[in-house]
């Protein structure tokens, strides 16, 4: 079992503009809020005396090109070894350096996994026949370099303009009455976004809803606030108890309720986690995690193992690793299918098949997820991997490339021409339909 002892100096307090914080402070959710990051200025003043100006310069260029603003808790920052942020695995997650970047890979594409071709009505993507996904709000706590909803989520930034899903009464009413009317819907993810940036009233109207329509067998609210501000789990009681009133509400009514949330590292495993995680497990509520594979965060079985076992041991499922998607100003951070299957053999095995997550592929183009070793073809020379999702687009192929730093130098050359990277995809695709 984890176990956190209470340490001589608070790990923040090497950071001076917290140095004379509270135990009580830090552990306050409101006064995470009101001291979050938003901008490069207020980033450079914190890390002053701890970061060299080489880096602030790297991570204020980085900024300006990145797709995702900036939103980082005390917590996330404190929790950053600036001895060595260069490979520090949550530097990584949240604060792009410019000298990092790398081209995006020739096929990436604004909204690469094709959400808006399934959405119903405007925050509800209806992809696979059962299930549907709500993006709820557009907010989150914090936000991420990688998030496949770049497109949407947070506010705009000196490259993106986002397309708004804002937490309004009539856009929920159109997604009520789209799943109410439509008995094929049985598990719906409440998402967007991020569910910790809605209102205990919110939380409480959307599960109510929800609940109340006759199909509805299964909600996820999505959030990554377990992982980067826990405390707000603990200390924002009336928070925690509207999503433990919906989920007692659920169970009530044979409908299950979850949460699901999002660690990518165990070094976001801390005291205040396992507290939070303790309290959710007291509650009944069921815990599920979803992380993404990432270079220099835990492209590495032994970080991903150890991330499994300690989820675990704090009764939240490993339910799912995805391949990192193509996201704008993130390409550093992809990996082949090659070393995505590679590291799933590495972690199976290590503990009960149930808290064993799938590694898998969200596939570009709305094919859905696939199971990563699971793909029709793979041309590791060519760095092109060929899905097909019967039960969700029947008769279609979907590619997913591998970064082309894993390619030879030739074949990344090859990849510039646009009309040879057209080719490459098409004689893929042509393979793995004559081979099925
Ligand atoms: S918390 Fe989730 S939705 Fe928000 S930026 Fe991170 S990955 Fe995206």
Known sequence: MIQFK???VPFWSGISAWRDVSEEQFGDWLWQERNAITNADELAAVLRGIASDEMISDLRAGLLHAPMAMRLTPYL??????????????????????????????????????EHADMKVPGLVHRYRDRALFLATDHCPVYCRFCTRSYSVGVDTEVLVKDRHSPTRDRWRKVFDHVRSDSTINDIVVSGGDCFRLKPAQ???????????????????????LAIQPMKITSATDWTDALTNVCDLGRKRQ?????HTHFNHPNE??????EAARLLFGRG????????LLRGVNDDARVLSSLVKQLSDLHIHPYY???????HGIEDMRLSVRSACLLEKMVRGITAGFNTPAFVVDTPGGGGKRVVHSYDLYDADLGLAVYSAPS??????????????SLSPARREEWRNAKRADEMVRSVVERARAGS
């Open 392 to 405: 969700v687009k029947p008769g279609q192929f979907f590619v997913y490339p591998d970064p082309l730093s």
């Open 6 to 8: 209470q340490a001589a």
């Open 77 to 114: 920052v404190a929790l950053i070894d600036w001895s060595t942020p260069e490979s520090d695995p949550l530097r990584r997650q949240f604060l792009p350096l410019r000298s990092e970047m790398v081209d995006p890979h020739p096929l990436l594409k604004f909204d690469s996994l094709d």
């Open 285 to 292: 509520i069921t815990v599920r995690n979803q992380a993404v």
């Open 321 to 327: 690793v995805y391949a990192c998607d193509l996201v």
């Open 269 to 274: 495993i801390t005291g205040y986690t396992v």
């Open 203 to 225: 939380i409480k109207e959307i599960g109510e809803e929800l609940i109340s329509i006759p199909h509805v067998r299964r909600i996820r609210f999505a959030t990554k606030g």
């Open 255 to 259: 409908v299950e309720v979850c949460l």
